[in-house]
């Protein structure tokens, strides 16, 4: 039986930020049998130190070919970016804009998006595929990860078609509600029905990685580590 040591998000997030990092809760969810938790490697933080945590606020984005289509019969193609702005102006506090669904040729997030995500009390973005405004987004102060800065805009390449619906990248599921973690090492996805077990068992294991850290600091073998602390 795990332990929490929270009583709510605030608190979790707070343990997140402290203690934890991605490695430790990929083993655990290694560990619970869910192998393919982490999300694709080229999705990096636009500064190493950037650290990421809260719950996903799902964005599916679709490939298009022009910024509006008069002849469409989808109200959508003659709007401009789709949904993106109902779904910027969703985003709750320590919400996670995380969007995937379309080919990784421009960019998802910029300067002025992050803002709002910012005002609305969110916690950064997480994209299958470029950021933009690079120096703006530093400003803004709210952590990204994407695949990197590349100025190529969304607007007639791309529109949100949707928002708070299931999506996936590269095989990774991700609901809304899901906790998104990230930092220098990748960013891993904790559904939300094992997120107890998962983090409890992370600050367990992390406590427990401090003590062998001290332990071969002070001169034990990697061999007597593992036998006795069975940690490695």
């Avoid at 969810?29 to 190493?48: A, S, T, V």
């Avoid at 799902?58 to 709007?79: I, Q």
């Avoid at 094992?194 to 983090?199: G, I, P, S």
């Amino acid at each position: 039986m795990t332990q929490n040591y929270w009583k709510d998000d605030t608190e979790l997030f707070k343990f997140i930020r402290e203690e934890l990092y991605t490695a430790v809760v990929g083993d655990i969810m290694d560990k619970m049998g869910m192998q393919r938790q982490f999300l694709p490697p080229q999705i990096r933080p636009l500064k190493e130190e950037m650290f990421i945590v809260g719950r996903a606020m799902t964005v599916l984005e679709a490939d298009c070919f022009e910024e509006l289509s008069p002849d469409s019969k989808n109200p959508l193609m003659n709007k401009p970016f789709g949904l993106m702005l109902e779904a910027l102006d969703d985003i709750k506090p320590n919400e996670v804009y995380i969007c995937s669904g379309s080919s990784p040729s421009y960019a998802l997030v910029g300067e002025l998006m992050l803002t709002r995500v910012k005002m609305c009390g969110g916690a950064g973005a997480v994209v299958n595929g470029y950021s933009r405004d690079t120096n703006g987004i530093y400003e803004v102060g709210l952590p990204v990860f994407s695949y990197g800065p590349y100025a190529q805009d969304q607007a007639p390449r791309g529109k949100v078609i949707d928002y708070r619906v299931p999506i996936e990248m590269s095989g990774v599921r991700i609901n809304p509600g899901d906790i998104v973690i990230g930092d220098i090492d990748g960013v891993c996805i904790v559904p939300r029905e094992v997120e107890d077990e998962v983090f409890a068992r992370s600050l367990e294991k992390a406590r427990g990685e401090r003590m062998v850290l001290k332990a071969i600091q002070e001169g034990m073998s990697a061999v007597e580590a593992w036998n006795r602390y069975g940690i490695m």
